[in-house]
């Protein structure tokens, strides 16, 4: 199996800067003030290849500072010796910042669930799907689940542990290499079972179910609206195929903070669908339960998970996406310009319709942290959609070109739907080790997006 790894080495930044870094995401003590996040940052070079010496002359020269506009836009090596160190160095904005320190909370509540329950936990791709921290996540969950042949073979490649299949429709062109990637395969429909049942025979098979309850209150988002296609409804048409399968989907939680409204959901399908759950090996049980959220009842969740699996003698699925990587990440962006027209104006190098598009879709700002101070500012994308606007947001002095500001709550639904659109530069991606360090593992230039035209 081809795992995560590591392409630039780790450099320790240490910021001359007496700013709020947790505008840079960097999780520094508050009290300090915003103005100096201007402040060019030094870099700490730990020795790497022995050549400690011939670091700190190139760092002396200053060919090694971050934020270098120029050199930063090319990716060329800032060293010969050193290939890979303008990656590290040149923290261009704009990037993704993944924190492990920050995601450890949330694996610790998952493996504490898994513990407690029986249950086995899948991260669902869909929502996140950034490889260069799936070893990492391994530690403390079961495997991954996938909506798509390439989701699958992602998990297959990057995801230790148990691979779900499962798509709204596979083609016929997929089915094969989607077993092959695969531990179990989820179908969607009982047309899309018959269709594949002689290719899918060998496999360990499951189908979707559409309880036609859900807590979404997005109308977009919910997978019980009217006349849904994601699952089979019908509790008879259901038990008639029972046979060909071994197991059952139901993902009907969004974002779900409630441990009541679960419980009252999931007692809702075992009265509907109680008679082919006994028949069932293992039920997954979706995504959107928001578990690892600060004060959910996680022992209450636990017993009932336990209590169901014992009542239908069934290995249960957790499948969550948003509750295993919430708070995880930010958007690193800098400010191009400003500008007033009745509100202070601040253009950053990012793009809400490019960059955070969930926000767009369902109408809602971006979070920034601290959001206080007596400079009330509207912070814009560079697109040129007159609506790309993150936010309105407080600081406590007025913005400037080259500030840097810090998105929080970018991991989930966020970098995989990164896009291209007017040719924004697309934001790197990189992670912060439980040490401090910060590594760039993904960058993206015009080749990038050239090579997703034609
Ligand atoms: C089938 C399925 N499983 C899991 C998830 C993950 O949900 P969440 O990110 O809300 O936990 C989704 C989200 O749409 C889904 O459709």
């Not at 798509?148 to 089915?175: C, M, N, Q």
């Not at 139901?250 to 409204?261: G, I, L, P």
């Not at 959910?296 to 009932?304: E, G, K, S, T, V």
């Amino acid at each position: 199996m081809t795992r995560g790894h590591d392409r630039t080495m780790k450099v320790t930044y240490q910021f001359c800067c007496i700013a709020p870094l947790q505008h840079h995401g960097l999780g520094q003590s508050a009290g300090s003030k915003a103005k100096s996040c201007r402040v060019v940052r030094r870099v700490t070079v730990p020795p790497v290849s022995g050549d400690k010496a011939h670091f700190r002359s190139r760092a002396r020269r200053g060919s090694l500072r971050a934020n270098h506009p120029r050199r930063s836009r090319r990716l060329r090596p800032l060293c010969r010796l050193c290939p890979g160190l303008s990656k590290v160095f040149v923290l261009q904005t704009p990037y993704y910042l993944i924190d492990k320190t920050r995601l450890l909370p949330n694996l610790e509540k998952i493996a504490y669930l898994r513990d407690a329950s029986g249950a086995k936990c899948l991260l669902a791709l869909k929502c996140f799907a950034a490889w260069s921290v799936f070893d990492f996540m391994s530690d403390y969950m079961d495997g991954s689940t996938s909506s798509s042949l390439y989701e699958v073979r992602l998990g297959h490649e990057k995801f230790p542990g148990e691979t779900h299949a499962y798509s709204v429709a596979y083609a016929d062109h997929e089915i094969d290499q989607v077993l092959e990637c695969s531990d179990k395969i989820i179908f969607n429909s009982i047309g899309q079972l018959t269709k594949f049942n002689a290719v899918s025979a060998g496999h360990i098979r499951g189908l979707r179910v559409n309880p036609g309850v859900s807590t979404s209150e997005f109308d977009l988002a919910d997978p019980a609206r009217p006349f849904s296609r994601l699952g089979e409804h019908d509790p008879a048409a259901i038990a008639g195929i029972a046979d060909q399968i071994s197991g059952l989907m139901f993902h009907n939680n969004c974002e779900n903070d409630s441990f009541a409204r679960f419980d009252e959901m999931l007692t809702l399908i075992e009265d509907r669908f109680g008679e082919t759950l006994h028949k069932m090996d293992w039920i997954s049980l979706g995504g959107g339960i928001h578990f690892t959220g600060e004060g959910y009842p996680l022992d209450q969740l636990a017993a009932r998970l336990k209590g169901f699996a014992a009542t239908y003698g069934v290995q249960v699925y957790l499948e969550p996406g948003e509750a295993a990587i919430t708070g995880a990440a930010t958007l690193e962006v800098t400010v191009l310009d400003t500008m007033h027209n009745g509100k202070n104006l601040a253009i950053v190098d990012s793009s809400v319709e490019a960059h955070m598009l969930d926000l767009l879709i369902y109408r809602e700002s971006a979070k920034m942290t601290p959001d206080a101070g007596d400079h009330e500012w509207m912070i814009c994308g560079k697109s040129c959609l007159a609506g790309d606007i993150f936010g309105e947001f407080r600081f406590p002095a007025p913005l400037q070109a080259g500030d840097r500001l810090s998105f929080q709550d970018a991991a989930g639904y966020t970098i995989v739907k990164k896009n291209w659109f007017n040719g924004v530069k697309m934001p790197g991606i990189a992670i912060r080790e439980l040490d401090g360090t910060i590594r760039l593992v993904r960058d993206f230039g015009y080749d990038d997006f050239a090579a997703a035209l034609s």
